[in-house]
C-alpha cells in the first residue's frame, strides 16, 4: 500500500463478507447499484474470501467511484514464528482469560482492551494462536476434568472458529468517514474494530439475519463433528461444537449490534430477529429494497396473449446451493410437468459455488426424468430471460427481501415463493394500501413440493389469475420499491454520520 492510499480518507468503507464484487448474488447487486447510485461518494472497501486457493475474480463492472478494495483470506495459515513462542505474558494471557470469560455472559466491555493487545504489535498472531500460554487457555477452557467430548475435535472447532476473529482484529484498515457492514459474523467483528480504533461512525444493514442463516448452515453441516451415535438418531439437538459455532456466531452479532451506530434492516420480520438476537429496538430503521424501474418495465409486452396460451416457461433466479432449496423446486416441476405438455424451465444462477450439491441436482433432474424441461444456465442476464417468462419461483429456506421477485413483478411476471423472509409481504403487500393492489403472487410452505407444484399449476391455467397478478405486481412495485428512493435515503445517512465528530 503506497503511503497515498494510506492517507487517503474515503467516505465509506464497506466490510463485505463473501459478496460483492468477487460474488454474484442478490446482495452483491444490491451493493452494486448503491455504489453506482452515488457517483459523488467514493467507497471503498474491505473484502472478506474464504481462501486464496479460490480465484477472486470480479463480478461486476466495477464503478468509477468503488476504489482500492483490499482482501482478506479467512481460512490461509498464519505464517509461524516460533522464536517468539513463549513471548506472550501472564498479565496478557489473563485479559484474554477475562475476556473470554466475560464474553460468555454477554459482557463487552473488554472490546477496547483486546482490540489495543492485538493491534500493540507486541505479539505475531502465531504467538497468540500457537504459543505455549495460548495452548494452556484454550486447555484450561476445554475443561478436561470434566468434559466428555473429543479433545481433537474441540481442538480443530476451535483453531477454525477463531483463526478468522485472530486475522480481523490487527487489519490495518482504510480511513474513511463512515464504515459499513452488510452483515454481521466476521465482517461485522470488522465493524467492531473499525469503530474501536478510528472512533467513526458504523453502520450495519442486514439483508437475511447472518446468525439464522448460519445456524441452518451449522444443523445441517456435514463437517461439524458430532457424535456418531447422534448421526444414527433423527432429532432437532445439536452437537456440542455446532453448539459452539453458533454460539460464536451470536456473540459476534450481539457484538456488532452493540457497537454500530445505526441498524437498518430490509422488513419487520427481520427487525423482530434482530431484537432477539441482542439488537437495541431504538437503533433499528427498516429501509425495503429497491429497483432501477427503467430496467424491467416494459420488458413484456403490455398486449400479451394470456387466454390462447399453451406453453409456458418458469425460472428460478438463485445460487444452486441448499439454502435455496432447488431440489423441492425441481420435484415441484415434476407434478407441474405432468400436468403441462409444453413446459420449458430455466434455472438461472451461479453452479459453481457448491458443486456437489450441483451435481445432487443435476443427478435428481435424471431421476425424476424431466431432463427435456430443465436448463441450467448457470449466471445470466435475468433481463434476457423475463420477456419469455410466465412465472418465477423461489423455493429457499432462507430469504430476505429478494430483488428477484421485485424484478420479476416489475416485468409484469408474477411469483411462486416460499413463506420466508419478506416474500410475502413482496406478493400480498405490506401496508394497507400495499394490500389494496391485490396479490402479484402466491406464498407457499417451506420445503413443499406439492405446495410449490400446485400454486404453479393455478396460475399458469389461470390466465385471468396471471393478468391480475401481473398489473399487481407492476403498481407495487413502481410505487413502493423504487431504487431511488433507496439511494436517497442512504446518501443522508452517509452524509449526516460522515459529518460527525469521532464518537467515544
Known sequence: MSRK??????????LLEGTYPFVAGGVSTWIHNLIKGMPELT???VCILASSKEKAKYRYEIPDNFVDPRIVYLHDPLEIKRSFFN???AADIDRLRKFHYRMDRSDLKMMHEIVDLFREGKYPLSELFHGKRAWDMMVERYKP???KESFLDYFWTFRFTHLPIFKMLPLDLPKARVYHTIS???AGLLGVVARVMTGRPLLLTEHGIYVKERKIEISQAEWVYRKEESRLRVESKLGAFQTFWIRMFEQLGRMCYDYSSAIYTLYEGNRQLEIQ????????TIIPNGINLDNFLGLRSADHDYMGQTEFAIGFVGRVVPIKDVKTFLRAIKIVSSKLDKLKVYIMGPTEEDEEYYEECVNLVKLLHIEHVIEFTGKVRVTDYLPNLDLIVLTSISEAQPLVIMEANCAGVPAVASDVGSCRELLEGRTVADQALGPSGI???VADPTDTGEAILKILTSPILRQRMSRAGIER???FYKESDLNERYLKIYKDYGAMDNLE
Do not use: H, M, Q, W
Not at 492510499?5 to 464497506?14: F, H, N, S, T
Not at 438476537?277 to 433499528?284: L, M, Q, S, V, W
Open 5 to 14: 492510499d494510506k492517507d487517503r480518507v474515503y467516505d465509506v468503507c464497506l
Open 43 to 45: 467507497f471503498t472497501a
Open 87 to 89: 513471548r506472550i505474558s
Open 145 to 147: 476434568d470434566t468434559n
Open 184 to 186: 454481521t459474523g466476521y
Open 277 to 284: 438476537e441482542g439488537a437495541d429496538p431504538e437503533k433499528i
Open 443 to 445: 406464498v407457499t410452505k
Open 477 to 479: 412495485v413502481k410505487t
